[in-house]
């Protein structure tokens, strides 16, 4: 009997192609990988394409601790229509004449929603309430309200403003709709489409998202990004060590402290950066990752053979 040949953990940076879920995505990759061990850190809406990280054995248990890190986005956002989900793919729900907004209110609007904010997330989305999904709530037509919950926006730019194409206009609907081409640079937990329709809110058009593209996630950005075709082809898993060393402040131990980190025993620390480290033993291996607290080394997860 042939033993199937074990995956190798790491991780698998994917160009999403838009109309495919992330959880679609997760298994895609199983089965090119040959192991159900896949996750994914940090999902994009079946609309969005770009970065998404899949982790492959081992390195799932990286996953939770690369969502904590920055996100980029290219997105285009409509103003003039309002819509049930904040994006193109729901019903349109209001419409408004948005040709006389001007850039300078666009610019004050984008910069109340820059920096540390509290934003409310879109309702069709993931998050639970009660145990249940929000956009499950919405499809049974309940009536409810999410919490507003903290994020950083760390820019907001716009690269274009333009008349919205007249051959996409709703039939029989003259009302004019202004499309801006934005780049979004936030940290994880921010949601795109929540920036597009408090943007029009308080332009006072209301507004929605209409592309959605994620260019990177923390340092994994689309130039080692693969598509799936690609991945059909060719399994491209980057190695654990070159992911945790990409990722994570590094900390290069001897083999004593290696040997005393495996077994558990929290040793004294250097001045280690905040946030989780990645600790590499004298021979190159990805080891643990660690949080330096009160002087001594806190093992946040390890990485065993």
């Known amino acids: 009997?042939?033993?199937?040949?074990?995956?190798?953990?790491?991780?698998?940076?994917?160009?999403?192609?838009?109309?495919?879920?992330?959880?679609?995505?997760?298994?895609?990759?199983?089965?090119?990988?040959?192991?159900?061990?896949?996750?994914?850190?940090?999902?994009?809406?079946?609309?969005?394409?770009?970065?998404?990280?899949?982790?492959?054995?081992?390195?799932?248990?990286?996953?939770?601790?690369?969502?904590?890190?920055?996100?980029?986005?290219?997105?285009?956002?409509?103003?003039?229509?309002?819509?049930?989900?904040?994006?193109?793919?729901g019903e349109i729900t209001a419409v408004a004449d948005a040709t006389g907004v001007t850039r300078e209110?666009?610019?004050?609007?984008?910069?109340?929603?820059?920096?540390?904010?509290?934003?409310?997330?879109?309702?069709?989305?993931?998050?639970?309430?009660?145990g249940v999904r929000s956009y499950t709530r919405v499809r049974e037509g309940e009536e409810f309200e999410l919490a507003a919950r903290p994020v950083t926006v760390h820019s907001f730019t716009v690269q274009d403003m333009r008349r919205a194409d007249e051959a996409e206009a709703e039939p029989?609907?003259?009302?004019?709709?202004?499309?801006?081409?934005?780049?979004?640079?936030?940290?994880?937990?921010?949601?795109?489409?929540?920036?597009?329709?408090?943007l029009g809110a308080a332009l006072g058009v209301g507004g929605h998202l209409t592309a959605l593209r994620r260019t990177r996630v923390g340092p994994y950005g689309l130039d080692t990004a693969r598509t799936l075709e690609q991945l059909e082809e060719t399994c491209t898993v980057m190695p654990i060590e070159q992911a945790a060393d990409a990722a994570f402040p590094r900390w290069d131990?001897?083999?004593?402290?290696?040997?005393?980190?495996?077994?558990?025993?929290?040793?004294?620390?250097?001045?280690?950066?905040?946030?989780?480290?990645?600790?590499?033993?004298?021979?190159?291996?990805?080891l643990a990752l660690v949080e330096e607290k009160d002087g001594q080394v806190k093992i946040v997860a390890v990485f065993p053979e």
């Open 253 to 286: 131990v001897d083999a004593d402290q290696a040997r005393l980190l495996a077994n558990g025993v929290r040793i004294k620390a250097p001045a280690l950066p905040d946030g989780p480290n990645a600790v590499f033993g004298p021979d190159g291996r990805f």
């Open 172 to 198: 029989g609907d003259a009302v004019g709709a202004v499309d801006l081409d934005v780049t979004v640079v936030c940290s994880s937990g921010t949601y795109i489409r929540a920036l597009a329709r408090d």
């Open 1 to 89: 009997m042939t033993r199937k040949t074990e995956a190798p953990s790491g991780l698998v940076i994917v160009d999403k192609p838009g109309g495919l879920t992330s959880h679609g995505v997760v298994s895609r990759m199983r089965r090119l990988a040959g192991t159900r061990r896949v996750g994914h850190a940090g999902t994009l809406d079946p609309m969005a394409t770009g970065v998404l990280i899949l982790g492959v054995e081992k390195a799932t248990r990286l996953l939770g601790h690369l969502a904590l890190t920055e996100k980029e986005y290219v997105a285009t956002i409509r103003l003039g229509r309002t819509t049930v989900t904040d994006d193109a793919e």
């Open 105 to 130: 209110s666009v610019d004050a609007g984008i910069a109340a929603l820059t920096g540390p904010i509290q934003q409310v997330p879109s309702k069709v989305s993931a998050i639970k309430v009660n």
